[in-house]
């Protein structure tokens, strides 16, 4: 991970307009991502992080959504206003993406080599030969026995991990700067899931691939990721090196987040702890903090007001009027 | 099963306004226009199909031989009736001058009825009657005779689709609940049925059975029922395999609730938005089929009439009396048309992310 | 893919079965017998005839043998038209019905998989409401009121195409176009509801997000990944619909003057004359079986997920 700073979101947000009001899915989401980086961005269902990033790449359905503000700057330029043809040379070839469900994701009415070479043919101008034999390089690199034969097969004929193996390898083939992993793991057994996040793991690790792992398990984020985004709400409440968001939680959201990881080491004769509520329902919020509710460490002007973003030094920062100089 | 649906308040101070499943599903059904104006519609058509007895019609019964082949309009019949005999003579009157002797007797008969028909215009209160669909070749009023049709092909439709969806309902829901060899049986015979060219065998059915003279009313459900019943089996038996290892129904049985209670109080209601959507749009398709069988001669039988058996009357002399093929073909298309997109909104409203869509 | 192709094969031949026998006792269990429509017949001819006809040997023995006969291929004299075999009747008027239902079949499916897909493309504009009018009017109106509307305004007001006949007469292809229009119509709506349905549930799939997501322009997306699996649900109607169109060009013969099997099928019903009816169901079904057997082979080898098991 060096320092150059190749991805800047800022102040993104995403609605979507539904019978009942507008649902904002995300609102105001910040990060920067930088070179090699790994970032995993967590939180429960329904809190923005795969919508944060299909707006990165510009594949909102609309209607019923639309991104209403921010900017997302790739190298410099905003990936929101730049015409449809240029997006297109992002998607698949500097900027890839990785869905949740291999079973679905994968078209299961062509092959393996015909997904797989229509990349390698649209992004790198390779002829279906070469593109071919680079295809069944990445297959068994990501880990495929016996590639040659196995990618002229169909998705059906591959097993779960498989897929999800595959799709690593046909979004890795064009060599992206940026790899976005949408809940990679979730769909998938808990002994399968830690192959494929080594896979992934070691694949971008050579490829000097940065990531965006989005997840809702700790420890898929513990055992990857770089720095830690926490979402809720569609906002960014905490964010930073992870191994220091670990030790030191600062946001109560977080904190309750890691208390409820039951624990091994320790002994355990207490209930299993578990943040009291439930998500909220986001048509409408109202302005304030969307956590207060849950909160042991609420106060009176977390009802009224979001609170504003407080930094700390190793680029941490939190949302939290706990921490910001202008309560009052 | 009453619910009171109260106003209840978030954690954020915001009303929440729970709704239930139907409310939600005529919400849905609200927004979607043509389905609305489809439903109007074909209420509009039952109400006047089930009060055709008492309404201020004429009676399709009643012939009147001067008023024969009338096309439809708002003027009263007897200027109609005269204006036709006018032009009746005048084509005789032409081809009498051009040297066809043999016509001479009839061109006087017409002069003769043309005398009468003036002299009545203002004294027969017949004349004053207006036709707005026209008249047939007996002088029968062609509104009276289709909402009569209608009457007959909408309770052949309705009776019909209510006896294929009970019997489809229950054997399928049996069939699925029960599963093993029972359904293995019933649906290998779908399957064959389905195979067949069963409209065949429903023809040969009606032509075979059907005695002279006798409404074959009877025959006509049965046959058609035959068949109908096999589209909603397979549908409820889905529902009911997809559902019958929920938890739900767990509990229900550790409760000590037999199967047959399970099925009917458990299961089917939950089953019920598939089946309102399918005996919707089971309705249009069995009015075709009967009508169809009217059309080709084994239907419904004189004195009855159904869209069908009109349509077919109506082609025979669609040359001269366009009306008579017409009224009751686009009287019967609205309907249908309104059934289907009735059937159609219902789908979306009840069951949105349905796979059955077509 | 051998085991799937064996399968329908063997469930091909107790349909069939089926099919016959039905028939067979349905018809001879009908009320009244061939020859009770026509004029008095002396006892003794009548007694020749039931001979003739092998109607005096008990049922079983009747079935057997004609089981045996239909499996020579001999669909044995007909019992109307005592001068022709069932066989001669049916060989004359089988290819007119083939051609028709074909062409009909085809247009259908070409116009309504080509409105399907603009449907789904424009779905909720304009153009995709204008199309699914027309195709709920296509479901609703019945075949027997398309055909003589149509031959009221194309044939009689407006005198472009000829009222009734077939292309073997004077009109030539022309006679054709009604009755193929009206015989296609239903097909054509049902077509076309269907491809727009599974071609929007496509355009919602996840692989069509991968496929956009990696780059790929619109027009490659729709055209690799979208028609293939979105059209797929279409070769399995086929099966049905070839059905329908026989059962419509009953209809369609009988309005549209054409000499086709349609049209005898009725007459030969009120008729009661069995041997022709039996041909005719024996016909019909083994062409609707064959063509049902033939769409599942062809949809197993384009579904990948049936031809590579």
Redesign the interface.
Known sequence: MTDEVILQVKDLKTYFTVDEGVVKAVDGVSFDLRKGETLGIVGESGSGKSVTNLSVINMIPSPPGRIAGGQVLFHDKDLLKIPLSEIHHIRGNKISMIFQDPMTSLNPFLRISTQMIETIVLHQGLDKKAAKEKAIEMLKLAGIPAPEKRIDQYPHQFSGGMRQRVMIAMSLSCNPEILIADEPTSALDVTIQAQILEIMKELTKRLGTAVILITHSLGVVAGTCDTLCVMYAGRIVERGPTDVIFSEPKHPYTIGLIRSVPRLDKENTERLYSIQGQPPNVIDLPDCCPFYPRCEKAMDICRKKYPTATKFENGRSVSCWLYSEEKK | MSRKISKTVNEFNQQLKPISLWADAWKRLRRNRMALISLWIVVFYAIIALAAPILPFFDYRIQNLDHTNLPPSFRPAGQLAIEKLKSQITILKERVDSGMDTLKPDLERAEQELTVAKDELISNPENKKVYIFGTDNLGRDMLAKTIYGARISMLVGFIGTLTAVLVGVILGAISGYVGGWLDNLLMRFVDIMYGLPYMLIVIILMAMFRKEGQSSIVILFVGIALVSWLTIARVVRGQIISLKNSEFVEAARSMGAGPGRIIFRHLLPNALGVIIVFTSLSLPSFIMNESFLSFLGMGVSAPLSSWGSLVSEGANTMELYPWQLLAPAIEMTIFLFCMNFLGDGLRDALDPQSKNRT | MSKYIIRRLL?LI??MF??VT??FF??RF???GPFSSEKKVPEQVLQNLMRKYHMDEPMGKQYLRYLGDVLRGDFGPSFRYRDSTVNELIADSLPNSIVLGTFALFCATLAGIGVGIISSLKQNRWQDYTAMSIA??G???????I???L??VFA?KLHWLPLSGWITGRDGLKAMVLPALTLSFPYFA?IA??SR?SLL?VLR?????????????ER?VIV??VL??GL?PIVSYLG?AF?GI??GS??VE??FAIPGVGRI??QS??N?DYTL?MG??IV??LI??AM?FIVDIVYGFL???IA?K
């Open positions: 469930s107790p349909t089926i099919i039905l028939s349905l018809i009908a009320p009244g709920v009017v479901i609703s109106v019945p075949l027997f009121v055909g003589p509307v031959q009221l009689m049902y509801r269907l349905a549930e799939s996840d692989y069509v997000r991968t496929a956009r997501a990696k780059g790929l322009p490659v690799k990944h293939k699996g797929l049905p059905s026989i059962t009953i209809v009988s309005v099928f009725v019903a009120l009661r009816i005719e169901v019909y079904s609707l079986v049902n579904d990948p997920r590579y």
